[in-house]
């Protein structure tokens, strides 16, 4: 889904140590100053808790944590517990695309119809016939946002049981008008990567949840990255919609660890939960080319679009590509899902990769947005 949003490791011993007890270690500074400014930052916008994940260009990783897991229940979040990522989750069903784009089983130029067009609902897709792969990548298609559609959202409220499948939720849009003609617009829409993540499916024969694990999460150990599958999902906060969300959920939407509806829906639209400190270890793997080939991730960079997500803003396969003033060219990617935001943001010319998440999509006005706050931070480093 759409919107705003993104392990210390100090040891000494010995004479070293008894040196740190007179002058504070440069990364014990950092950590610090890190600490101070997320605390502040989760203040000045009234969000009960902000986790904050940093990866140096030499590995290193920060992770912090601010405020509160659960305000009801008053327990402090700490940086190794998860939050929805909204669709920042598309990063993995993205790079999976892409390694498949490097084997030669999946065609970026290829017409969708090559790969699902034996599906009884396929003709009446929109823009059926015209639709390719990078269209979908990069939401040039014209396939509209099913998750917010009011019959959809009425019918997720009133079944919180319901495991989805892709083609129920496509069943949303079909025999719908286009707003515009495949790769004639750019409409940031779910649904493309919905229609992706059945490529995916087919192509590989197994599950894409399955497939990222053995591609990425295990060789990676990122061992606080969890797929969403059903209500209940370890580790979760709780996390708090304010009076006005989207789907129409109400502020706390994961007391007692179940969720209000089943978060599986969203899948291949972001899928994940996460702590901010390995998300940004993905983000590093994922930008500097160690979860995938060199070679590919400059194709995800290239194939960027102009995109409504700000000036001068583009969207590429599955990453946002923004020039800065601030902090100069940034890749990366927004989440939301109700009750929580998430930025991820890598700094390619400096080589650092930042996350940070908040357990609530409705902060405080008059804060500094999600994405400004890690430019300041990255402009501090």
Do not use: C
Request: hydrophobic letters at 40%; a positive charge.
């Amino acid at each position: 889904m759409k919107r705003w949003i993104a392990g210390i490791l100090v040891g000494v011993s010995g004479l070293v140590a008894l040196a740190q007890q007179a002058a504070p270690s440069p990364a014990g500074d950092l950590n610090t100053r890190l600490q101070t400014a997320l605390d502040e930052w989760r203040d000045s916008i009234q969000a009960p808790g902000a986790s904050l994940g940093v990866v140096q260009k030499d590995g290193s990783v920060v992770g912090l944590a601010s405020g509160l897991a659960d305000k009801t229940g008053s327990r402090k979040l700490l940086p190794s517990q998860l939050m929805m990522a909204g669709s920042t989750g598309k990063t993995f069903f993205a790079a999976l695309a892409l390694q498949l784009i490097e084997a030669g089983q999946l065609d970026l130029n290829a017409p969708v119809a090559k790969y699902l067009g034996d599906r009884p609902w396929f003709s009446r897709l929109p823009n059926a016939k015209d639709i390719t792969v990078r269209h979908l990548m990069t939401h040039t298609s014209g396939l509209v946002r099913y998750e917010m559609n009011p019959k959809f959202t009425a019918d997720l409220r009133a079944q919180p049981d319901k495991a989805w499948t892709p083609e129920e939720e496509v069943a949303y849009l079909l025999d719908a008008t286009p707003p515009f003609a495949a790769g004639q617009g750019w409409d940031y829409s779910d649904t493309n990567y919905i229609v992706l993540g059945m490529i995916l499916e087919k192509l590989t024969d197994t599950k894409a949840y399955d497939e990222i694990a053995r591609r990425f999460l295990n060789p990676l150990k990122l061992t606080e990255v969890a797929p969403t599958r059903s209500r209940r999902t370890a580790g979760l906060v709780n996390g708090y919609a304010g009076a006005k969300d989207p789907l129409g959920l109400p502020d706390e939407v994961n007391p007692n660890g179940v969720f209000v509806i089943n978060p599986q829906f969203e899948w291949a639209g972001g899928g994940f939960a996460t702590s901010a400190r390995q998300l940004a270890r993905w983000g590093h793997a994922l930008y500097r080319a160690q979860a995938i080939s060199p070679k590919m991730r400059d194709l995800m960079i290239a194939e960027a679009v102009p995109a409504r997500l700000g000036p001068e803003t583009r969207y590429g396969l599955g990453v946002i590509v923004r020039p800065t003033t601030p902090v100069g060219r940034t890749w990366g990617h927004s989440g939301f899902f109700p009750g929580y935001l998430t930025e991820l943001v890598h700094l390619p010319d400096r080589g650092i990769t930042l996350a940070v998440q908040i357990n609530t999509s409705s902060p405080a006005r008059g804060g500094r947005s999600a994405l400004r706050f890690l430019y300041d931070v990255a402009g501090g480093l």
